[in-house]
């Protein structure tokens, strides 16, 4: 199993290696600007991970903005980048709503614990289908059934840690970085077919700011960069935010495979 930050049930623990990397003082990466490390003793990465995934899972709601860039290997060996943006809202136990954005108008995924529908409001159409009454089974069919890609699915998990510390090879402490102004901690993770890194911020609230993969099962081993921002820990949701109600002049269509293979926008779609 992948970890799958973008995906449901792709997240596949061992003790190997915990060090401290030392990075580049010139970082070129100009909303990331290096921290020297508090103490010549590197904190324990998985620890701070489960501390994040403890923090998530206290909350009962919660909305982020993720800018995801995903790398595509052309058969060519060419190598290509694709921008998303999806707006993330969750209620537990079984509210969650995805806002997908293009400049086509996007698309939008609402569940609200006994339903989910994909709307695309350039085209008037709408699917809909009977859901489970969690989010974690909801996700599983998403993907399993449908072929929908929810971005960060695992960190939306009622228990993050038991997806995120799966099968880990290495883990390592890189050290501390700003990421957009906030103080994170850099922690590098390998999994058989798998390079991740995440940033974490530092402080009474872990939350996660960035991540980062490298699928070496893939030839070319492509990656995908997510940033996390705009974090709300108490957000209020308007009464019926979850549950598509859909315009008058929308057409209901069947969930179609070609339809729901990926929620990644086609350019200017």
Not at 92 to 117: C, H, I, M, T, V
Not at 163 to 185: E, F, N, W
Not at 220 to 244: H, I, Q
């Amino acid at each position: 199993m992948k970890p799958a930050f973008w995906m449901p049930a792709m997240l596949a623990g061992g003790l190997a290696l915990t060090g401290c990397v030392t990075l580049p003082t010139d970082s070129s990466d100009t909303a990331s600007t290096q921290v020297e490390a508090p103490s010549t003793v590197a904190p324990d990465p998985t620890a701070i991970l489960k501390e994040m995934a403890a923090y998530l899972r206290s909350l009962e709601r919660f909305s982020v903005r993720v800018d995801k860039l995903t790398e595509y290997i052309l058969p060519s060996d060419q190598s290509l980048h694709n921008d998303q943006t999806i707006e993330i809202a969750m209620s537990r136990p079984n509210r969650l709503r995805a806002d997908f954005k293009s400049l086509g108008g996007g698309r939008r995924l609402f569940y609200d614990g006994e339903n989910f529908a994909l709307f695309t409001p350039s085209e008037g159409v709408y699917a809909t289908a009977s859901a489970p009454s969690t989010i974690d089974e909801t996700l599983e069919i998403l993907y399993n059934e449908y072929q929908i890609e929810l971005p960060v699915a695992d960190l939306l998990a009622a228990d993050p840690a038991s997806r995120l510390v799966q099968d880990l090879k290495s883990r390592t402490y890189v050290g501390r970085i700003l990421v957009d102004g906030a103080p994170c901690h850099h922690l590098a993770f390998r999994t058989p077919d798998l390079d991740w890194e995440i940033w974490i911020e530092a402080g009474p609230k872990p939350l996660p700011r960035r991540l980062l993969l490298t699928d070496r099962s893939v030839e070319g081993a492509p990656t995908l960069m997510a940033n996390l921002t705009d974090w709300d820990v108490s957000p209020s949701f308007a009464r019926g935010f979850f549950t598509f109600t859909p315009p008058k002049d929308a057409r209901r269509i069947p969930f179609m495979k070609e339809m729901t293979a990926t929620l990644t926008p086609t350019p200017n779609r």
